[in-house]
Every structure is written in structure tokens, then in C-alpha cells.
């Protein structure tokens, strides 16, 4: 197998897919994708509401953070470890960020990211059974309204919904309730595997290395000319002519970076790591959404809980219809937390079902939940190595509503009496029993009980123009050359929202930053 390069992609993920796929376009420039995982096989993946069941298994890297502090609480962390990363086991919710938060990137030095120079990426990268021609878009990835939202969907986007709301999220930091646009194609997921690697990988200039993991990037007089892995017991060492794509995620590019002299050097120098370029930034800023998980009993007696009776098994099989078509969180409503925020702040995520220990365990009755989420959270956390093996998970200390003023509790509390307000309006009361969680518990210690994140993580190799910054607006590493990073690490602050599209769009655009950074000789 030739496995020479002109490219080295690191991670077949969200942005990883959308690099490799942009970058062979024309047929002519070979990449070497590289991913831990391997092919997408399970049913689950497929199946929308099977997601969930992909935990812990061997799609999923399944991380704990460390734990907290205070409470000594550790938090699950799902990660996608497959050919499509966290797109293969994520909620397939469909959403491109508001406007503000791009400017807000480029009004940060970020040139070349405002909503105007990247919208056009987010509407290329769609392709939709009803959004598209609402707003004129056709490309790769679908966006789908949902088959069958569950009645008490319906029931919640009417209690939760605004006067005046436009018709979607999407394209305006609105407040409103709306059935999610979900990542589907005929009652299936369809993610950036479906979308953009698998008809990628029809050409002869793109090739995949599965079950590999990357070890460290290899430099030569401070470039980088290749990357080591480990793939079935063996090493080997890979050759990229032009230069490396990092693409492993929030908490895979730090620890490849640090594991290959980038980062810290302090730190680097503790687990006995040469440092090829002192940078502070690497792994810090680390941040997520928020999310606790209010639950309410309801008399209706096909929540999701049944999701895989025969009946609805019978209506998958034959209609791609029902239950198992679900992406279970069906409904989403943003909402400011006070009157003078310039955009919401604040998510109600619906789910017609009891969402239990982190999705972990499964549901004792019906129920419904309706999931309260930080939007812009304050507090920071970050990433570090365990130790010099880079087989060994990375340290990941999340720092949920750790920020010194308290004000991402306060805001979290805030959601929670949101939530609960909701639960109690027509329609969604009519079918309301009473409330499961918190209930009477007092709210602070239910939060440190039952506080997790929406798996958004972020931040870790921050973008930006100053000197803690970790990759320059064209997401070269800073201080060495043929390196990028790709992926939602870059992201100075998170997105508003679900970001899958937003790294999707990260993904592409460093296709075109990478080629122009290192032009063909
Ligand atoms: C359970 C869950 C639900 C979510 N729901 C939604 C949602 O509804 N909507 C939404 O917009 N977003 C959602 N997200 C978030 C979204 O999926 C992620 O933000 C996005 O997939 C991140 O893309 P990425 O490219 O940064 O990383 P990933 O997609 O995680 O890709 C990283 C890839 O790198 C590989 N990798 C890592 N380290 C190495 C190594 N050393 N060697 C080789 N390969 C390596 C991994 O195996 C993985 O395939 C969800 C995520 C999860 C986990």
C-alpha cells in the first residue's frame, strides 16, 4: 500500500471527513486519513434513536472527567471513535450557530470567520428534504425535518413556542420553540460519513488507515513532515509531503499536540516530552454546554420508553417511522436569561423520555425530560496529559459551573425554573403527572448530583491572534510549519448552539487554508 502523502488528516470526525473530502476534490492531491476507529457497523448508528446505545461501546472513546473537586463527581463523556468521530453517535440536531457568535470570533482578530465569510460554507455543506427550499440550499449534508416528533414534541414546542417566531432556528438568534432539524435521510442518520467520506472515498487519491492511533506528529528543522502510529501492535511512520490536518477532537488534537512537544513546555518536560514549541495555550479554555436534566412523569404510555416495542420495531422496518426514527432530544427552545442579552442564552432541549445517569441507564418510567442548557457558560477547563503513553486517556477536568462569581449556577437555576414553568402549560400539562427530578431536592446539591454536559466540548487549541492562542486564523499552529488544526478545539468560544455543522464548516474551510499554506511544488 502506497501511503505516501501530500496531506496527513488525523481523525475521521466531523471536521475530519469534511477536510479529507475538500481537500481530494480535485483529484489530484493524496490524503491519508488516519482514525482510531473503524467503519460505522452498527444498526445503532444508523438508527436515530439508537445513539445512546453506541456508549461505551467500542464507537465510543468514552471518557470520565476527572473528578470534581468539590464533589468529587466524575462526568461521562461520550466520544464518536468510528469513520464520522462524534457524528456517528451524536443527537443529529441540525443547527448553524447565530450570526453573533462568528462576529464575534472575527471581532476577537479572527479575521476571515464573521458570520458573512462563513455562512457561505454552512449553506454549500446543506442539503435538505424541507429546510432547503425554505432557504435555497443544496450540498452534502442533510437537513431534515424530524419523521414522527412524538404528541408530547407538539405539546412542548406549543407551551414553550413565541409569538412571531420565525419558522426555524436557523439563520437568527430568535427566541421560540421549534421540532428540531435533525441530520436525516429517509428516517436514517446521515452525517458527514454518509455525506462526505463515503462518496469521497470512491477516489483513487484518497485513502483511509483504520484502527490506527496517532502517536506523534514527526518534524523535520520545525515542520511537519509526517506522523507515527500504532495500528494492530505495529508502528509505522507515515510521510506528508505538504503537511498534517489535526483533527481529533476537543480532547484528541491537545493531547496529539502535547504528545508531540506542542504544548506546555513545563508540562511536556514533567512526563519527559521534548518540547518541539512552547505553547501555553495547548489544552486550555476548555468549555462544553452545560446541561441538567429536569424529568416529569407523564400518563401517556408511549414515550420512548417503548421505543423498541414489536409495534414500533414493525413501523421502522416498514416506514422508517415512529419511535426509533426519533433523535430522542425532538424539540429545542431558546430563551434569554435576562432582558438586556443580546442573544439567547439559555436551551430547553425535549425529550420524551426519561433521560437517566447521563443517558446511561434506562428509563423506569414514562416520563418526559426537558433538559436546561448554558448556552455562553463562564467557566473554563482544560485538558492535560495522564502520562507520555498515547494510549492513555487525556486528563479532562470540565469545570461545570466552576466560574468564580457563581453566575453559570445562577443562570443554570434560572433554566431549571424555565423548564419547570414550561412543564406546568397547556398542552404539555394536560399530560403532565408531576415532577421526577429535582423535585423537592434542594437545586444546588441536585446540580452537583446530576450536572453533565450536552457533549459539546470545545476550546482546546484556541484560534486567535494572541500569544496564548494556539492556531492563527488560518489555523496554523503557531510557530511551526505544514500544521494544522481543524476541529471544534479551535473555537474561541463555543457556538450558540449544536455545533456539528459549525466543525463541519471548520473542517472544509482548513482544507482550502492548508492548501494555500502549502502549495503544491
Ligand atoms: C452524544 C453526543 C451527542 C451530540 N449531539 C449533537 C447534536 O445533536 N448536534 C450537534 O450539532 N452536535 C452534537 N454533538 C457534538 C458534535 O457531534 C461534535 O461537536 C462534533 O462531532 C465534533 O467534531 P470533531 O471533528 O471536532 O471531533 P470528532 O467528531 O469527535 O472526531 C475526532 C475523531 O478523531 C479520532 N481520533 C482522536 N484521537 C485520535 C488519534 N490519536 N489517532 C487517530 N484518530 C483519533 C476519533 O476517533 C474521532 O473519529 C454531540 C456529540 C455527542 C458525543
Redesign the pocket.
Known amino acids: 500500500m502506497n501511503r505516501e502523502a501530500d496531506f496527513i488528516v488525523?481523525?475521521?470526525?466531523?471536521?475530519?471527513c469534511a477536510a479529507a473530502e475538500a481537500l481530494t476534490r480535485n483529484g489530484r492531491t493524496r490524503v491519508v486519513l488516519?482514525?482510531?476507529?473503524e467503519r460505522p457497523s452498527s444498526p445503532f448508528v444508523a438508527i436515530p434513536a439508537g445513539?445512546?446505545k453506541l456508549?461505551r461501546s467500542r464507537f465510543d472513546?468514552a471518557y470520565s472527567s476527572e473528578p470534581d473537586p468539590i464533589t468529587q463527581r466524575s462526568v461521562f463523556i461520550?466520544?464518536?471513535?468510528?469513520?464520522?468521530?462524534?457524528?456517528g453517535?451524536?443527537?443529529?440536531?441540525?443547527?448553524w450557530g447565530y450570526p453573533s457568535d462568528y462576529d464575534e470570533w472575527a471581532e476577537a482578530g479572527c479575521a476571515g470567520w464573521s458570520w458573512s465569510d462563513v455562512a457561505p460554507t454552512l449553506r454549500d455543506l446543506e442539503a435538505c428534504a424541507e429546510a432547503a427550499p425554505l432557504r435555497g440550499a443544496k450540498g452534502p449534508l442533510a437537513a431534515a425535518t424530524l419523521a414522527s416528533p412524538h404528541p408530547l414534541t407538539t405539546a412542548f414546542q406549543r407551551a414553550a413556542c413565541v409569538d412571531g417566531q420565525p419558522p426555524s432556528y436557523n439563520g437568527s438568534a430568535s427566541e421560540g420553540a421549534w421540532i428540531s432539524e435533525v441530520t436525516h435521510r429517509d428516517g436514517r442518520r446521515f452525517s458527514v460519513w454518509d455525506g462526505l467520506l463515503k462518496p469521497a472515498l470512491k477516489r483513487h487519491n484518497l485513502q483511509t488507515v483504520t484502527s490506527?492511533?496517532?502517536?506523534s506528529i514527526v518534524f523535520e528543522s520545525g515542520r511537519a513532515t509526517g506522523l507515527r502510529?500504532v495500528r494492530n501492535g505495529w508502528e509505522e511512520t507515515l510521510a506528508a509531503r505538504r503537511g498534517v490536518l489535526v483533527?481529533?477532537?476537543?480532547f484528541?488534537s491537545p493531547?496529539?499536540l502535547m504528545l508531540s512537544g506542542i504544548g506546555p513546555a513545563d508540562h511536556l518536560k514533567a512526563h519527559g516530552i521534548t518540547v518541539v514549541r512552547d505553547l501555553p495555550g495547548v489544552g486550555e479554555n476548555l468549555h462544553d454546554h452545560p446541561m441538567a436534566c429536569p424529568t416529569f412523569a407523564t400518563r401517556r404510555r408511549d414515550t420512548l420508553k417503548a421505543a423498541e416495542s414489536p409495534a414500533n420495531l414493525i413501523r421502522y422496518i416498514l416506514a422508517r417511522k415512529g419511535a426509533l426514527a426519533s433523535?430522542v432530544?425532538e424539540a429545542i427552545a431558546f430563551r434569554r436569561s435576562a432582558p438586556g442579552v443580546a442573544a439567547p442564552d439559555i436551551e430547553l432541549l425535549f425529550a420524551p423520555v426519561e433521560w437517566r445517569g447521563e443517558?446511561l441507564l434506562p428509563p423506569r418510567q414514562h416520563a418526559f425530560t426537558i433538559a436546561a442548557i448554558l448556552l455562553r457558560p463562564h467557566s473554563r477547563g482544560r485538558v492535560t496529559l495522564r502520562d507520555g503513553n498515547?494510549q492513555s486517556s487525556p486528563r479532562i477536568d470540565l469545570g461545570l459551573l466552576s466560574d468564580p462569581n457563581g453566575s453559570d449556577r445562577q443562570t443554570m437555576t434560572a433554566a431549571i425554573q424555565l423548564a419547570r414553568s414550561i412543564a406546568g402549560r397547556t398542552p404539555l400539562s394536560l399530560d403532565t403527572t408531576g415532577e421526577l427530578g429535582p423535585g423537592a431536592a434542594d437545586l444546588s446539591d441536585w446540580l452537583d448530583r446530576e450536572i453533565q454536559t450536552?457533549?459539546?466540548p470545545?476550546g482546546t487549541c484556541r484560534m486567535g491572534v494572541d500569544d496564548s492562542a494556539v492556531v492563527t486564523p488560518s489555523l496554523a499552529v503557531r510557530g511551526v510549519g505544514g500544521l494544522w488544526v481543524a476541529?471544534?478545539?479551535i473555537m474561541p468560544r463555543l457556538v450558540s448552539g449544536?455545533?456539528?455543522?459549525t466543525?463541519a464548516m471548520i473542517?472544509q474551510r482548513a482544507a482550502s487554508l492548508a492548501a494555500i499554506g502549502a502549495p503544491a511544488g
Open positions: 488525523v481523525g475521521a470526525g466531523t471536521a475530519g488516519v482514525e482510531a476507529g445513539f445512546a456508549f472513546w461520550p466520544r464518536g471513535r468510528m469513520l464520522g468521530g462524534s457524528a453517535l451524536n443527537a443529529q440536531i441540525h443547527q490506527a492511533i496517532a502517536t502510529i483533527c481529533a477532537g476537543a484528541g493531547q496529539l433523535n432530544a443517558g498515547p450536552v457533549y459539546h470545545g476541529d471544534a478545539s449544536h455545533p456539528n455543522l466543525v473542517g
